[in-house]
């Protein structure tokens, strides 16, 4: 049996709960909080009860959900996530019934309207929870960018191969026209060699003679040297091409450019090995052209030993067309 106290008075007694008064209203700091709750029918926070109580916040928790669990408060979950939440709000549950000496029932949990009117908000659905749907959405965003960043470095690495492989094939034609242009200068040259020597030796011309075969010497080592790096490109193994002697690029016809040469300095004299020296040319060949230019009347033989030119100007082509016609006249 519960325990009760009892008071009399002259007209009637009153049964009190043990622990609250006869319009049940708790005793002690709950009191407080409970009259500060009533105080406010429209709610309050923890906070403004605990100000208007005068108690803790830890002591208004503690009665608030008391009153809860007792159907006699409600609590409004506040809104938002985090630092930007709203607090709580509490709320007293005006009474359904009564009894004698003004006691206040409790709504009964089997009646549906007394359900609707004091069941608190769920709370338990909190703000910011991500749903399925989001979450696969989310996931498939994820899915299709990181394909789409797959086939873009595939795709990549593609055109990074095609363009390599393109420049393995330019710079393949490259050294191909190197070494055959090279081949072209180094066998013009010597073929110019060859044939200034052999006409030196049917001059008896010791000097030219010795100087021819040097050159030949020398251009044969080019053609050694240019045929192994033909040969290395031919079978794969990426040598490049040696240059020819003096860095030669496109060939040159080299009698305008000896002829230009003695016309510069008209009036000093040269030996091919000096004018080859000048235009990085093999003596033999600048002899060659030295000995054409003689013969077409561009320059002049100044010296048979060593052999020595200079550029012939329209006097002494004069003076050499009247010694031939004067020769002609004497021999006939």
């Given amino acids: 049996m519960a325990n009760t106290n009892t008071t009399e008075t002259a007209d009637t007694a009153t049964t009190v709960p043990a622990d609250g008064t006869a319009d049940n209203r708790p005793t002690g700091a709950a009191g407080a909080v409970w009259d500060a709750l009533n105080a406010a029918p429209d709610g309050a926070t923890v906070t403004a009860l605990a100000e208007a109580s005068g108690v803790s916040r830890a002591t208004v928790t503690k009665a608030l959900t008391a009153f809860a669990d007792a159907g006699r408060a409600v609590r409004a979950a506040g809104e938002g996530t985090g630092r930007g939440r709203t607090p709580d709000v509490w709320s007293p549950i005006a009474p359904t019934a009564t009894t004698e000496a003004g006691d206040t029932t409790p709504p009964d949990p089997s009646d549906d309207t ?11 659905a909190g703000t910011g ?4 749907d989001t979450l696969a959405t989310a996931m498939q965003v994820l899915s299709d960018e990181a394909d789409r960043r797959a086939a873009a470095a595939e795709s990549l690495r593609k055109a990074q191969d095609e ?13 191909k026209a190197e070494q055959r242009e090279t081949a072209r200068v180094i066998l013009t040259d010597l073929l110019s060699t060859v044939t200034t020597t ?19 010497a020398r251009y044969a080592g080019s053609v050694r040297r240019t045929s192994r790096a033909t040969t290395a490109t031919r079978t794969g193994t990426g040598m490049r091409a040696p240059r020819a002697a003096g860095d030669r690029t496109a060939p040159t016809p080299l009698r305008p450019l000896v002829a230009g040469h003695l016309n510069a300095f008209p009036d000093l004299e040269f030996t091919p090995g000096e004018i080859a020296k000048v235009l990085d040319r093999s003596s033999g060949a600048v002899a060659n052209a030295l000995d054409t230019l003689v013969g077409r009347g561009e320059a002049v033989l100044t010296c048979e030993r060593p052999r020595r030119f200079r550029a012939a100007s329209p006097a002494t082509s004069d003076a050499d067309t009247g010694s031939g016609d ?3 006249t004497n021999a006939a």
């Fill in 198 to 216: 052999l006409a030196a030796i049917a001059a008896d011309d010791d000097e030219r003679i010795t100087s021819g075969m040097e050159d030949i």
């Fill in 163 to 175: 363009e390599a492989e393109r420049r393995a094939r330019v710079d393949a034609e490259m050294r």
């Fill in 129 to 132: 929870v991500i749903s399925p």
């Fill in 326 to 328: 004067e020769d002609s």
């Fill in 114 to 124: 007394a359900t609707d009117t004091t069941t608190a908000p769920d709370t338990t």
